[in-house]
């Protein structure tokens, strides 16, 4: 058991001065005390936040960003960076997969992400062949977040076409297949692996409604039900306006419809992205109670779209973030976008916000946090008895925050910072970053770079 002091702290219910903060041996908040006497405990240098969840990660390919971003016919589109993102990933070893994840926990814990939801799809060898291990890959990603320090909510993916209808898959694709037998294999090796390891958290990830059909979708999700009736269930949809089409083609329904028409939604579920919604589907879906994950420096790099978000949250949806493709690997930038792309869209200024929370920067954090902790299922995202010590203490000496008071403080942060605004991280109760540094810094980035090296060449 120890403490730690804050001068300001983010409370659910606001700010609030000198707190403290009791941390037990499990790594949980065990009490919350404001307007705290000075007494013994660790005095933090900054205002303190709770950690961001990461609701969307497909680790891997933070080794190629910035790797896809050349053309010369102005047709290039989601379609096309996802063949480079195929010949990308046929190459990589348990070892590399490894290193990349590493390097990225890294990189998300140092700009204040405590948890990330891994949206886990490569499953296979080379050929297309089972590892020994069934879980060889997904264990190395474990392996990742506990060597780093992050929460993990891993979500290994089903999945077994490549389009409406059962469309066989394509040759790029066979490191990703699984049927409902050998899914069901991987996800209780994974379940042993995860018991006990409150670090840990299973769930399950159709990848999108293209790539499962409706049948095994439901066997799987049947069967993962019988096992652990609470797991998170995410899944890609209505990213790109050819797959709305190709969904209409297939079953005369546009993608959200038709799970919102067929699928039990609910606050166990996150669909990532919901970028093409009808007026309808935003309010059914808002009333599910599921989570949207967005991801929008992703949506942007990709040419996906623009979220209906105004309309979403004013009829009471949950929303939270992801990096994705890791194109950014920046909470702060994430938030920023999501307003920005609703002010470009809207032409006007300041929408994502409310009566209760006028600040958009507190706003946007508050739902992030609450969306992101729903879609991840694990007790984070507050700064409260009975959860995660996860906490990020900001650098009050950053220019962007300089002069602000509590009111002004996430607007600083979240539309004039950057990550030299994160000073130290806490996750679980354990610092890992102190300083804008993280413990094991230089010895994953070598590790990191030697890898790209073999890739690259």
């Given at each position: 058991m120890f403490s730690v002091l804050a001068p300001y702290a983010l409370l659910p219910d606001g700010w609030a001065p000198q707190v403290r903060l009791e941390i037990d041996d499990k790594g949980l908040i065990s009490a919350v005390t404001s307007n705290a006497q000075t007494g013994e405990g660790e005095r933090l240098a900054g205002s303190v936040?709770?950690?961001?969840?990461?609701?969307?990660?497909?680790?891997?390919?933070?080794?190629?960003?910035?790797?896809?971003?050349?053309?010369a016919t102005g047709e290039d589109s989601f379609w096309t960076w996802r063949q480079l993102m195929y010949d990308f990933v046929d190459r990589l070893t348990p070892e590399q997969l490894e290193a990349i994840a590493a390097q990225l926990y890294v990189e998300l814990l140092k700009a204040g992400y405590t948890a990330v939801g891994e949206f886990h799809y490569l499953h296979h060898d080379p050929t297309g062949a089972a590892y020994a291990q069934r879980s060889e890959l997904a264990s190395r990603v474990i392996g990742a977040a506990q060597t780093t320090g992050i929460g993990l909510t891993l979500l290994p993916v089903l999945y077994s076409y490549s389009g409406f209808g059962g469309i066989d898959p394509a040759p790029k694709q066979r490191r990703f297949l699984n049927d409902a037998e050998s899914f069901l294999s991987l996800w209780d090796e994974l379940a042993k692996t995860c018991a006990d390891d409150p670090q840990l958290r299973l769930g399950v990830a159709p990848h999108s409604l293209r790539a499962v059909a409706p049948e095994l979708l439901q066997e799987v999700l049947a069967a993962i039900d019988s096992r652990d009736a609470k797991a998170p269930i995410h899944?890609?949809?209505?990213?790109?306006m050819q797959e709305v089409n190709d969904c209409i083609a297939w079953s005369g329904l546009r993608p959200v419809e038709w799970l919102l028409n067929h699928m039990p939604l609910s606050p166990r579920w996150c669909l990532v992205h919901a970028t093409h919604m009808s007026p309808d589907e935003t309010a059914r879906l808002a009333a599910s109670g599921a989570v949207v994950g967005l991801c929008p420096t992703t949506e942007a790099n990709l040419g996906d779209g623009l979220f209906p978000a105004v309309d979403f949250l004013r009829q009471g949806g949950q929303i939270g973030i992801g990096s994705d493709s890791h194109i950014s690997v920046n909470p702060i930038e994430e938030l920023r976008w999501l307003e920005y792309g609703q002010r470009l869209l809207h032409q006007r200024r300041?929408?994502?916000?409310?009566?209760?929370?006028?600040?958009?920067?507190?706003?946007?954090?508050?739902?992030?946090?609450?969306?992101?902790?729903?879609?991840?299922?694990?007790?984070?995202?507050?700064?409260?008895?009975?959860?995660?010590?996860?906490?990020?203490?900001?650098?009050?000496?950053?220019?962007?925050?300089?002069?602000?008071?509590?009111t002004q403080l996430l607007d600083g942060l979240i539309f004039s910072g950057d990550n030299r605004c994160v000073r130290d991280v806490m996750v679980g109760g354990r610092w890992v970053v102190q300083g804008g540094r993280h413990v094991l810094e230089e010895p994953i980035q070598a590790c990191y770079g030697a890898v790209l090296a073999e890739l690259l060449s």
């Open positions: 936040l709770p950690g961001m969840p990461n609701l969307h990660s497909h680790s891997f390919q933070r080794a190629m960003a910035g790797l896809t971003e050349r053309g899944i890609h949809v209505a990213e790109q300041n929408l994502l916000c409310s009566a209760e929370i006028p600040s958009v920067g507190e706003f946007l954090y508050r739902r992030a946090l609450a969306g992101g902790t729903q879609a991840l299922q694990r007790p984070i995202g507050k700064l409260a008895p009975g959860c995660r010590a996860d906490l990020v203490v900001l650098n009050s000496e950053h220019p962007a925050l300089l002069g602000r008071d509590q």
